[in-house]
């Protein structure tokens, strides 16, 4: 299995401007997770999604901010409009079962956005 | 409040030595316990995971422990190599939220 991909890997943008993430999670999990990792915060959880539905959104700091997930095998996360305050690095992942079970969580590359 | 520290920050190494990095939480309950390893540019990978009745958990030259009495966990890298040259980040599970409680991370370097 290639695991989770992520594209872009990089994302420069103007203050403003509509942001698309995408990912690909391993076959065969049934959640999915988008987290935000920042210098001063770390990772943090923006939504997760259980077999293709959103379950816990707390995470998402605006209405900027949306994801979906049309399918298994596809998730988004759009930002729009974009803000400077945005610039971090955006993980996906995705984990056969909740971090209650002991599943392990894979992670993808990331993308690192940066809004101007 | 769930939170998950760590220390050191930053940790500077020779290669071929050991070391030990620190976690310590207030998330309770908790469901795991999980120790990371980011590489520069790269997603985390996981190394370990422990569950409340584990003591220590490893993984080749990585070696967890968890003392769920007084909430606190480590990690500790045998005869270090440059390859080991990473962030790790401990991550607990809360039971009551079912989500993750990551730390911010202990950056390590080892120079040859």
């Known amino acids: 299995d290639a695991g989770v991909i992520q594209s872009p890997r990089h994302e420069v943008t103007e203050m403003g401007q509509e942001v698309t993430l995408r990912c690909k999670p391993i076959?065969?999990?049934?959640?999915l997770f988008w987290y935000r990792q920042t210098m001063m915060r770390g990772l943090e959880l923006l939504i997760y999604f259980n077999n293709n539905v959103p379950i816990d959104d707390s995470g998402m700091p605006e209405d900027r901010f949306s994801a979906k997930m049309p399918n298994a095998s596809f998730s988004t996360l759009k930002i729009q409009p974009s803000e400077p305050r945005d610039s971090a690095v955006y993980f996906c992942?995705?984990?056969?079962?909740?971090?209650?079970?002991?599943?392990?969580?894979?992670f993808g590359s990331g993308t690192q956005l940066s809004v101007l | 409040k769930n939170q998950v520290e760590q220390s050191p920050q930053s940790l500077i190494i020779l290669e071929g030595k050991n070391c030990t990095l620190q976690c310590n939480y207030t998330v309770s309950p908790f469901s795991n316990l999980r120790w990371y390893k980011q590489d520069t540019g790269r997603g985390p990978v996981s190394l370990t995971i422990m569950t409340f009745s584990e003591n220590t958990k490893s993984n080749g030259r990585y070696t967890a422990t968890l003392d769920a009495d007084t909430k606190q966990s480590s990690l500790h890298i045998t005869a270090s190599q440059l390859s080991d040259s990473a962030s790790y980040i401990c991550v607990v599970s809360s039971l009551s939220t079912d989500k993750l409680i990551f730390g911010t991370g202990t950056r390590l370097q080892v120079f040859p």
């Open positions: 992942a995705s984990s056969p079962g909740t971090s209650a079970t002991n599943e392990k969580l894979f």
């Open positions: 076959s065969g999990h049934d959640y």
